[in-house]
T-cell receptor, first 113, second 112 residues
Framework: KAGVTQTPRYLIKTRGQQVTLSCSPI?????VSWYQQTPGQGLQFLFE???????NKGNFPGRFSGRQFSNSRSEMNVSTLELGDSALYLC????????????FGPGTRLLVL | QKEVEQNSGPLSVPEGAIASLNCTYS??????FFWYRQYSGKSPELIMF????GDKEDGRFTAQLNKASQYVSLLIRDSQPSDSATYLC????????????FGRGTSLIVHP
């Protein structure tokens, strides 16, 4: 099976702009989770989507949003970018039945100038 | 607040030695435990998972789980320079969201 794919791999944006990141999970996986990883904070959970519904949400401001499509592909959007949003954004897919292994994509590295 | 603690390291071991990485967790109801390896600039990749108390071996890797003491460890035998990476511990609690809580990771350096 093909692994998790994320696009784009690298992005440079300026403060105040918005950005959309995309994730395609492993075929057959219905859950997609998004994480932000920074050197200072480690891996932090943003939200999880399952069957087109946000099932879990982390502790991030409303500028961070996401959605999932009927084919399980997911997008996350960050509006009004801040310098502190510079990070590696990781998407992880799993079957979604509970407690099983998450498989990570290669990530999107976002730099906000 | 569910917490997963790891020593940030770096843990430095000579090639061929056993590297021992430890992780403690706060939620006694935790049910699933995962170890990921992350090379610099790359995404985490799964090494092992363990659900039951005791040891689980996979090649040079052994995961050890002790639910009574709330810790899980990863042993890497015959460490190689290619094992140099950050190792992330992830814990899933029962009765909740099934979203893993990650530790901050332990940096391992295997020197020739």
């Amino acid at each position: 099976k093909a692994g998790v794919t994320q696009t784009p791999r690298y992005l440079i944006k300026t403060r105040g702009q918005q950005v959309t990141l995309s994730c395609s999970p492993i075929s057959g996986h219905r859950s997609v989770s998004w994480y932000q990883q920074t050197p200072g904070q480690g891996l932090q959970f943003l939200f999880e989507y399952f069957s087109e519904t946000q099932r879990n949400k982390g502790n991030f401001p409303g500028r961070f949003s996401g959605r999932q499509f009927s084919n399980s592909r997911s997008e996350m959007n960050v509006s009004t970018l801040e310098l502190g949003d510079s990070a590696l954004y990781l998407c992880a897919s799993s079957e979604g039945t509970g407690g099983e292994t998450q498989y990570f994509g290669p990530g999107t590295r976002l730099l906000v100038l | 607040q569910k917490e997963v603690e790891q020593n940030s390291g770096p843990l430095s071991v000579p090639e061929g030695a056993i590297a021992s990485l430890n992780c403690t967790y706060s939620d006694r109801g935790s049910q699933s435990f995962f170890w990921y390896r992350q090379y610099s600039g790359k995404s985490p990749e799964l090494i092992m998972f363990i659900y039951s108390n005791g040891d689980k071996e996979d090649g040079r890797f052994t995961a050890q789980l002790n639910k009574a003491s709330q810790y899980v460890s990863l042993l890497i035998r015959d460490s190689q320079p290619s094992d140099s990476a950050t190792y992330l511990c992830a814990v899933v609690s029962s009765g909740g969201s099934y979203i893993p809580t990650f530790g901050r990771g332990t940096s391992l350096i295997v020197h020739p």
